[in-house]
Structure formats: structure tokens, C-alpha cells
């Protein structure tokens, strides 16, 4: 199983990006996916989660009308474009996936594969 996260770098305050995680061995349909995110020196924190059986996507207050999550079931592949980014929003963007949430849950503990990330920078 393979979460491999792109799309990273790096961005002037105000600007967008467009973050992708395409999956291998695993269909993410069938999958609870989030997005999460870790900045230096601070915790890992859910972005934005869906679950495998409910459509609706779950934002952290922080990025609510800010992100959007996508996917495309036919590539195998999630995104979250990011738009108005702040160097807050400065970290390694991650993806991951889980086979048996059933409810959206944006908890990094839950989630078992785990893509290897892609640095965000927000800066001028």
C-alpha cells in the first residue's frame, strides 16, 4: 500500500495550491481519507477527514472555507486545494487512509496507512 502526497512548495501569502495523494494497493473509495498537516515544532492536526460511507467532508475550524477536499474515484486519487494561504498554513501536508472508520474522524491516531508528505510554505 502506497499514499504518495504531492503537489507541494512554495507560495506566496494569499496564493493557492493544489495538494494530490494518489493511492496504490488500496481503493480509496473504500477508505475513510484525511488530510493532515504538521508545522514545526507542533502537533499533527486533521485538515479535513471523509469517511468511507458518508459523503460529507469534516474541516478543522482553522481551514473551513479556506480548503476543499476532492477526490476522483476513477485516478485513485484525493485532493485539497488550498486557497488564501498564510504562513500559518506553513507545514508538511500529509494523506492518509483507513478501511474501517465508518464516521468521519479527523484524529491522526486512527488513521492507518499513512503518505509521506509534502512540504507547504507560505511565505513572500
Known amino acids: 500500500v502506497q499514499l504518495q502526497a504531492s503537489g507541494g512548495g512554495l507560495v506566496q501569502p494569499g496564493g493557492s495550491l493544489t495538494l494530490s495523494c494518489a493511492a496504490s494497493?488500496?481503493?480509496?473509495?473504500?477508505?475513510?481519507i484525511g488530510w493532515f498537516r504538521q508545522a514545526p515544532g507542533k502537533e499533527r492536526e486533521g485538515v479535513s477527514c471523509?469517511?468511507?460511507?458518508?459523503?460529507?467532508?469534516v474541516y478543522a475550524d482553522s481551514v473551513k472555507g479556506q480548503f476543499t477536499f476532492s477526490k476522483d474515484d476513477a485516478k485513485n486519487t484525493v485532493y485539497l486545494q488550498m486557497n488564501s494561504l498564510e504562513p500559518e498554513d506553513t507545514a508538511v501536508y500529509y494523506c492518509?487512509?483507513?478501511?474501517?472508520?465508518?464516521?468521519?474522524?479527523?484524529?491522526?491516531?486512527?488513521?492507518?496507512?499513512w503518505g509521506q508528505g509534502t512540504l507547504v510554505t507560505v511565505s513572500s
Open positions: 492518509a487512509a483507513d478501511p474501517r472508520m465508518v464516521a468521519a474522524d479527523c484524529k491522526p491516531p486512527r488513521y492507518h496507512y
Open positions: 494497493g488500496i481503493t480509496l473509495k473504500y477508505y475513510a
Open positions: 471523509t469517511s468511507r460511507s458518508d459523503p460529507s467532508h
